[in-house]
């Protein structure tokens, strides 16, 4: 028995001694150094809002106290970034981003577009979840979802991969909707100046976003919220439908829920594929370390934006999950949008 204790405290004493090393060379790593955090999608929205938020935050938490600047590269509904990430970006640690929630279900649907391996990027963690909603200016006489079945609703859309194309299209063949889709702006911030013009009457936006940046529209009752996306019912929305809700068939039903399983990856910051082992457990322990920041929460509440943290294992797993759905239901998914699989 005391050989056994003996030995048990030298392997406990070996694990904290390399944990130690591995911090010490992370450290003697990132120290001096400056990080650059890809944004796929343009300024302006709930993207940057996070990803902004978490970089004042994160350096004084990654051993070595690095520098991070943010670096912007939107283009393809975030694909473009996304690609650059995964195939040109260093992988020692120096490049961080956070990534489009949808990454796993666009790599099924856009293949050839999605140069990339959802699963092999070295996932960090979780700063939130994702609620989405459909806001519909009240010009339009929508007041609820089944409205939408009896008004034509155009729609802003910033990419064909992207929630802004997708939704409609869906809710279009399997929920009876009459959303008129239309595309080429540059984001989110730009189908809202549309919307102003009377160009545009929806898009779609997370919960977060639109309390936080929208808040006049909600309050002065220029816009409604006829559902929410997601699968669970948001706690600000506990009496209003989810997207699952508004299908017509079963499998309607089971092809929305697959489209918004990754709900569970939200806003997230992750790093290229390969990045040394020490270096991913360090830069995932001071994102866990930021999450917990009280100065990080106490700014997160300023600007209205919600912290829902998960861990990188989480949102590993996520993906996999996702990728793992049934092929036939994929390629029903990538004929109603338009994917090429």
């Keep these: 028995m005391r050989y056994c204790a003996a030995a ?12 130690g090393a591995r911090a010490q060379m992370a ?10 955090f890809t944004v796929v999608y343009e300024p302006g ?14 350096p004084k938490h990654i051993p070595g106290n690095p520098a991070i600047i943010v670096q912007y590269m939107p283009g393809a509904g975030g694909m473009v970034g996304t690609v650059n990430l995964y195939e040109k970006a260093p992988r020692d640690g120096t490049q ?4 489009p929630r949808d990454i796993a279900v666009n790599q099924m649907l856009h293949p050839d577009a999605a140069r990339y391996d959802a699963k092999r990027f070295s996932w960090l963690g979780r700063i939130a ?7 519909v200016m009240s010009r339009t006489g929508v007041k609820t979802a089944e409205d939408l079945r009896n008004s034509q609703v155009v729609a802003g859309s910033w ?14 063949a399997l929920a009876g909707t009459h959303f008129k889709i239309v595309t080429g702006y540059r984001g989110a911030a730009d189908v809202d100046l549309a919307i102003e013009r009377g160009e545009a009457d929806a898009r779609v936006a997370s919960w977060t976003a639109l309390k936080s940046t929208r808040a006049e529209w909600l309050n002065d009752g220029r816009v409604i919220v006829p559902f929410q996306t997601g699968l669970k019912r948001h706690v600000d929305l506990p009496d209003l439908p989810l997207i699952s809700d508004l299908a017509q068939s079963d499998d309607g ?4 829920e697959f489209m918004n399983s990754d709900s569970s990856v939200g806003w997230n910051v992750t790093a290229p594929p390969e990045v040394p082992a020490d ?3 360090a830069l995932r322990g001071a994102l866990a370390a930021t999450l917990r920041d009280p100065d990080f929460l106490a700014d997160a509440q300023k600007q209205g934006l919600e912290i829902v943290p998960g861990s990188g294992e989480e949102v590993q797993q996520v993906v996999e999950r996702t990728l793992a759905t049934p092929r036939d239901l994929v390629a029903r998914v990538a004929a109603i949008v338009g994917a090429q699989n």
Excluded at 27 to 36: A, V
Excluded at 253 to 256: D, F, K, P, Q
């Design 8 to 19: 048990l405290l030298a392997v406990m004493a070996g694990l904290i001694s390399t944990a």
């Design 27 to 36: 450290e003697e790593f990132f120290k001096g150094k400056t990080l650059r």
């Design 45 to 58: 929205g709930t993207y940057d809002l996070y990803s902004r938020l978490v970089i004042v935050h994160l």
């Design 96 to 99: 961080l981003g956070m990534l």
């Design 129 to 135: 979840t994702y609620t989405g909603v459909m806001m």
């Design 159 to 172: 990419g064909n991969t992207t929630d802004s194309f997708v939704t409609p299209t869906l809710l279009n």
């Design 253 to 256: 039903r089971r092809i929305l």
């Design 279 to 281: 270096r991913v457990a």
